[in-house]
């Protein structure tokens, strides 16, 4: 789950940024105001963007969840480029 995607901002935007991101969508998006999708999917949706901006909105958990990405990609990044010379080597022999 990416937060920044949920609460559709960049990687790099401010505090107030996300924050007037979150008052728009929490309007948007709020169970009340949803006509057109059920409950469940409204309240699920709800978890999600204020998951996103509990994490982002402090400033300790917003270093920390960009470290743990940064990390994970890292990580994902390497893992892939390992397994694919891995194949590459098993094809040349």
């Known amino acids: 789950m990416n937060h920044y995607r949920i609460l559709e901002v960049d ?6 940024v ?4 979150y008052h728009v969508l929490s309007k948007k998006y709020h169970p009340d105001r949803q006509d057109n999708i059920s409950s469940q999917e409204s309240q699920e949706r709800m978890r999600l963007i204020n998951e996103a901006y509990d994490v982002l909105s402090d400033v300790e958990r917003r270093k920390t969840y960009d470290e743990e990405s940064l ?8 893992g892939l480029i390992g ?3 891995a ?6 022999t």
């Open 83 to 85: 397994l694919a010379k």
């Open 11 to 16: 990687r790099h935007a401010s505090q107030e």
């Open 87 to 92: 194949w590459l080597s098993d094809k040349e």
């Open 71 to 78: 990390s994970w990609k890292l990580w994902l990044d390497q």
């Open 18 to 21: 996300i924050k007037k991101a």
